[in-house]
C-alpha cells in the first residue's frame, strides 16, 4: 500500500526513471507510506491527506537522488560535503520536522497534562483537597498544598 503513485513522483524528478529505478521508486514508496502510517496513523488509502503524500514523495525524492548515501563528493581538487544528511543518508527517511507534522495530521499533540493519581481502593473525597493519607499511627491527613492556601 502506497500513498503516492509512481506517476506523482515522476512529476517531481528532473530525469527519466530506467527499469531499476522504477522497481526501487515503486518500493520507496510503500517504505515511506510504511513509516508515514507508523509515524501518524493508518490512513485509508483512498483518503490520505495531501500533505502526507506530499511528505512521502519528499522522502522519496531525497532517497532516489542519493540511494547509495553518499555524504561526500570529490572531482579533481574539489570536494563538496554533505554533514546534513548524517546516519539517515542511503535511506528513506523523514526529517524531524516532517515526523512533527505527521504526529500532528494524526492528532497526536505532544505536551503536559494533569491528571488525579490515587492510591488503589482508595476513594478521593471532595474537600480533603490540599491533604494526602498517610499510612502511620494516628493516621491524621498530611497537609499539602499545591496552590496558594499553604501555610508557607
Not at 20 to 41: Q, T, V
Not at 42 to 63: G, I, N
Not at 112 to 130: D, E, N, Q, Y
Request: no cysteine.
Amino acid at each position: 500500500m502506497a500513498y503516492a503513485t509512481l506517476d506523482d513522483l515522476k512529476g517531481r524528478l528532473d530525469w527519466d526513471l530506467d527499469e531499476d529505478e522504477l522497481r526501487i521508486a515503486k518500493a520507496a514508496l510503500e517504505d515511506a507510506s510504511d513509516l508515514a502510517a507508523e509515524y501518524g496513523r493508518d490512513w485509508p488509502q483512498d483518503r490520505v491527506p495531501r500533505l502526507v503524500r506530499t511528505l512521502v514523495l519528499k522522502a522519496v525524492t531525497r532517497y532516489l537522488r542519493n540511494p547509495h548515501g553518499y555524504t561526500q563528493s570529490r572531482a579533481g581538487d574539489e570536494t563538496l560535503t554533505w554533514s546534513d544528511i548524517g546516519r539517515d543518508a542511503g535511506t528513506i527517511h523523514f526529517t524531524r520536522e516532517e515526523i512533527r507534522l505527521l504526529a500532528e495530521l494524526a492528532g497526536r499533540r505532544p505536551g503536559l497534562t494533569s491528571v488525579v493519581v490515587s492510591a488503589w481502593s482508595s476513594k478521593i473525597r471532595p474537600g480533603a483537597a490540599g491533604t494526602v493519607p498517610v499510612d502511620y499511627a494516628g493516621g491524621d491527613r498530611f497537609p499539602l498544598f499545591a496552590d496558594d492556601r499553604g501555610p508557607w
